[in-house]
């Protein structure tokens, strides 16, 4: 058996990568022993979710400080969360000779920017939408969702207050990097991108699984 599968545990959601195909859970039901049989299992995990390695070809991937000419900004390298770091080694793969900034829109919002040379500058951290909205429980969202205007109803007004929060912090600090860095490429990923794709105010490319690409583009390097 040759077959190697990448696996992304997050927060929320678990991806994995297999023989070409790509799937996804909730993390609260993803079960680790009825993943298909493979060679090798290679796994970025930053959920709160812990797994006993009891096999020798099953790989837990940690930041380093450098991958090729990508260098992590981080003291700490192995702190950076692991989902980031391969998400900016896909896009040092992909996105050669320019800066960039990537924004991962997940349980919490990363944004992380990379110079052209490769190294990483530093980034961002702060609450995803749905986790600001489960900081009142009693408060219900509204889903005609909007970003304008004000609410009619306590439902209206938290589901438009929240969103312009997450929205206008990006926008915000996009519009702040932009006049710093002369010309950037901008990339988005993650599973919250489809409740901001509408309102954010910059030009941008979307990879929906950038995390297990990178993580693909690391075992072919390391591995």
Known sequence: MNSRLLLDIGNTKTKWKFEGRYFALLTEDFVFDKLPKSSSVW????SNRTFINKNNSIYFVESQKQYKSLINAYQDAKSLGSDRWLAMIALNELNQGR????IDVGTAVTIDI?????????GLIFPGLGKIRESFDNFPISFNEKITGVGQSTE???????????VNTINHKIRELKNELSDVAI?????????IKNFIDFD????????????????????
Do not use: P, Q, R
């Open 43 to 46: 796994v970025s995990n930053v």
């Open 99 to 102: 800066d960039y900034i990537l």
């Open 114 to 122: 990379v110079n052209k040379s490769g190294l990483h500058l530093g």
């Open 156 to 166: 209206e007004g938290w589901s438009i207050g929240t969103l312009n929060m997450v």
């Open 187 to 195: 990339f988005l990923t993650g599973g919250g991108y489809s409740d």
């Open 204 to 223: 941008h490319d979307f990879y929906e699984h950038l995390v297990l690409d990178g993580l693909e583009f690391y075992a072919d390097n390391v591995g």
